[in-house]
């Protein structure tokens, strides 16, 4: 049906491209549709059967209203996991590396994710897998995706091309760093939306408003003209980044009916970590990894909490003998919490200055 309202469309106003583009725009709505339909309708179901097996015990030192949710199943992340990478298979181009590259990501991090969330709700071990063996997970997949894109000739003639937010011309060639800039940014990110999820409905919708925007930054520098316009690097084959990063926007929308505020499950460390590695590497393949600072300022922001709390709080440790607080508690939802705000209220919020943030992104194409 969008099929032929699109051709419908094309013929009437005669939009130049269309032709060429509405595929791979109805390619992207069905990867979209799909992923929502798979979580909405099998999410019952698959929450009735975490629920049976798989119930986090909430951490002693959460907020009292954080510790009314100790009924609620976690790794619901598997269900995000699952309605991606059917709609990948079934609406992009598998075979394309930078399809296979973005599902590889999730699947490895969402791997480390159900191991650490595994640990935590089945063998009760307190706070899961250790810190460094996440870690180990995020440099392999850092390593394996640097590699490849350095040796491939579809992704290394663009190396060099790495674009600066809020200027036309100037570009990064990381060089000899790129490979680590690679993993940092696959870990930084990954690691962001980890921290974030902490209220209902937080990571999921600031995720869907973060990899829509990223969508439409590669959908658009997959299109020669519009690259063109806009200045910044035509990236062949980042139309199939567009539409897995659709089938990833709608698994989230679906996710937040089951995880919308009280939350029916958690998406835990195996939603979570997957999101964020799929963030970066989408970043990351068309070229707009500068741009997270802004456009995904909301998990920055909470990363940067937690580093100055605990940043302070060792340093204060020294000067004082005593350890001293920025925050009430981090990462930074939690302070407002403690502060008496409601839950919805701050995850609302949260969501506002997503939204903010993206409208901001989007300037940097007119300024540019």
């Not at 969330?117 to 063996?133: E, I, M, N, R, T």
Request: glycine residues 8%; positive net charge; charged residues 15%.
């Amino acid at each position: 049906m969008l099929y032929y309202i699109l051709r419908y469309i094309n013929e009437f106003y005669s939009i130049p491209g269309l032709r060429v583009i509405e595929y791979l725009t109805v390619r992207a709505s069905a990867a979209a549709i799909t992923a929502l339909l798979i979580t909405i309708f099998a999410g019952p179901s698959f929450i009735r059967f975490l629920k049976s097996k798989f119930v986090e015990p909430i951490k002693e030192e959460a907020p009292p209203e954080h510790r009314k949710k100790k009924d609620v199943p976690t790794m619901g992340g598997l269900m995000i996991i699952f309605a991606i990478e059917v709609s990948a298979f079934l609406w992009a181009k598998i075979d394309d590396p930078h399809v296979w590259l973005i599902m590889l990501a999730i699947f490895w991090m969402g791997l480390i994710g159900f191991i650490d969330d595994y640990q935590k709700v089945v063998l009760k071990v307190k706070g899961g897998l250790a810190g460094h063996y996440k870690l180990i997970g995020q440099v392999i997949l850092g390593l394996v995706i640097g590699l490849y894109t350095w040796q491939d000739p579809a992704f290394s003639v663009l190396l060099s091309d790495t674009t600066v937010p809020f200027f036309k011309k100037l570009s990064v060639d990381y060089g000899i760093f790129y490979i680590p800039v690679v993993i940092f940014i696959i870990t930084a990110v990954s690691n962001a939306v980890n921290l974030t999820d902490g209220l209902d409905g937080l990571a999921a919708g600031n995720a869907a408003i973060v990899t829509f925007a990223l969508g439409g930054f590669a959908y658009l520098a997959g299109n020669a003209v519009y690259a063109g316009y806009l200045s910044i690097p035509f990236i062949s084959g980042a139309g199939e980044v567009a539409v897995v990063s659709m089938a990833i926007v709608m698994a989230c929308v679906g996710f937040l009916w089951f995880n919308s505020s009280p939350a029916e499950v958690f998406m835990g460390d195996t939603g979570s970590l997957s999101l964020g590695s799929a963030i970066a590497v989408i970043a990351l393949m068309i070229k707009q990894e500068l741009l997270l600072p802004v456009l995904a300022g909301v998990f920055f922001i909470e990363t940067l909490s937690v580093s100055l709390q605990v940043g302070w709080f060792k340093i204060s440790k020294k000067m004082y003998g005593e350890g001293r607080r920025i925050f009430l508690m981090a990462p930074l939802h939690h302070h407002f919490q403690l502060k008496g705000w409601a839950e919805q209220k701050i995850v609302i919020r949260f969501w506002i200055i997503s939204i903010l943030l993206f409208l901001t992104s989007l300037m940097t194409l007119k300024l540019r």
